[in-house]
């Protein structure tokens, strides 16, 4: 089985600023199957990102995702109100399809 | 317009089995490269992978939970369920499932991520 670690915990920033949230893998993650979900209080989780760097439908370009083998990154440029939530990232390459911990982005 | 919805129980009590079932629209289980993935979340807790259910009925469970699940599926009422045997309070969490498919590009097909979810149902385990 794959562990994902996320780190931060927890990223207070302020609305104009840069977040860079990461995600460690045990293993390489197979052709880059890895994902990044948003996840607003009392909501289902919303896909982000996919294929390590493709940005889902409707997600603005302020969200980009990077990395393979072992270690991505989701930066969101120029932080808006909305934009604060939990961020878990995903393998879906082996199962099982596990996820990170999560990354709690929070207004500083 | 693509759209899941998880229902079942709201209690259950331990040593129970648990059934929930996923209605779903938009797109159909008998469509090949389509799966239908379980996921939860215990209270304050990161997600868990708990499965997933394929068009041709290749099931891929949790390996801590494998003895306890099982998914099948009516393709004719768009459902998926979930049964889980023996529950107990750590199973109480937000029971989520989604949608996952495989796209091809060319003679290459690759499965994608979970794209649609549901909106989740709350489970307590409790006597």
């Known amino acids: 089985e794959i562990v994902l670690t996320q780190s931060p915990g927890t990223l207070s920033l302020s609305p104009g600023e840069r977040a860079t949230l990461s995600c460690r893998a045990s293993?390489?993650?197979?052709?880059?199957?890895l994902a990044w979900y948003q996840q607003k209080s009392g909501q289902a989780p919303r896909l982000v990102i996919y294929?390590?760097?493709n940005r889902a439908a409707d997600i603005p370009d302020r969200f980009s995702g990077s990395g393979s083998g072992t270690d991505f990154t989701l930066t969101i440029t120029r932080l808006e109100p909305e934009d604060f939530a939990v961020y878990y990232c995903q393998q879906y390459g082996s199962s099982p399809y596990t996820f990170g911990q999560g990354t709690k982005l929070e207004i500083k | 317009q693509i759209t899941l919805k998880e229902s079942g129980p709201t209690v259950v009590k331990p040593t129970q089995t648990l059934t929930l079932t996923c209605t779903f629209s938009?797109?159909?289980?008998?469509?090949?490269?389509?799966?239908v993935g379980w996921i939860r979340q215990p209270p304050g807790k990161a997600l868990e992978f708990l499965g997933i259910l394929y068009w041709d009925d290749d099931k891929r469970y949790s390996p801590s939970l494998e003895s306890r699940l099982t998914f099948t599926k009516d393709a004719s009422k768009n459902q998926v369920i979930l049964t889980m045997t023996d529950v107990d309070p750590v199973d109480t969490a937000t029971y989520f499932c989604a949608l996952r498919r495989r796209y091809c590009s060319g003679v290459r097909c690759q499965f994608g991520s979970f794209e649609i979810w549901g909106q989740g149902t709350v489970v307590t385990v409790s006597s």
């Open positions: 293993q390489s993650v197979s052709v880059s199957n």
């Open positions: 938009g797109f159909s289980l008998t469509t090949s490269g389509v799966g």
């Open positions: 294929g390590a760097s």
